[in-house]
């Protein structure tokens, strides 16, 4: 039995933890979830590393950086954190950032946000389970969210539609 740590903040404002939950029970078995909730995305690091310290074998981190300068920056400093959690205990973090300007309203933020976390959802999934899966994607210019952006060759392009 795996476990998987999902890491969320209270600043984002969209429930991405949800879907990722709704979307890993739709996918398979043979893990649990183990969620810690915390203010804002530069908490994110610690909160996954306490979570491969209760026995995670992989965490999603989901946050949403804000539109301001100052966000961008907490962005970037959130994400090399991650990164340094990664590297200390050498397990995946799947950073699932969707900034707030990346839609152009909150109707489409909220559809972003969704769909990039169900993506991310059977990444981790097949990262855990069946990284071939991940082997027989490579170079296919894959997107989560918005439409892939498909190989130079013009093949393997989807719309928006979650692919498994
Ligand atoms: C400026 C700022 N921007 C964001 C943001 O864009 N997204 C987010 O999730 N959190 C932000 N925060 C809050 C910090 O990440 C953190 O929660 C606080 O500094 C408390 O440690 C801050 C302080």
């Known amino acids: 039995m795996k476990l998987i740590g999902i890491a969320d903040t209270t600043f984002a404002r969209y429930d991405m933890a949800k879907s990722i939950i709704e979307e890993l029970g739709s996918t398979g078995t043979g893990f649990r ?3 810690y909730t915390v203010p804002g995305i530069k908490d994110l690091p610690v909160a996954s590393l306490l979570l491969f310290n209760t026995g995670c074998d992989i965490v999603i ?5 804000g539109r301001k300068p100052v966000d961008k ?3 970037q400093v959130a994400s090399t954190g991650l990164m340094e959690v990664q590297l200390k205990v050498g397990k995946h973090i799947i950073e699932v950032f969707v900034h707030e300007d990346e839609a152009k309203d909150d109707r489409e933020l909220a ?3 969704d769909q ?3 993506e991310h959802a059977i990444n981790t999934y097949n990262l855990l389970f069946f990284p071939d899966k991940l082997t027989q994607n490579a170079g296919k210019g ?7 952006a498909g190989d130079v060759m013009g093949e ?5 539609a979650i692919t498994h």
């Open 33 to 35: 979830i183990s969620r």
């Open 61 to 65: 981190a989901c946050g949403m950086p």
């Open 73 to 75: 920056i907490s962005s």
């Open 111 to 113: 559809w972003l946000c």
């Open 116 to 118: 990039r976390a169900r």
């Open 142 to 148: 894959l997107r989560q969210g918005y439409a892939d």
């Open 156 to 160: 393997g392009k989807k719309g928006s």
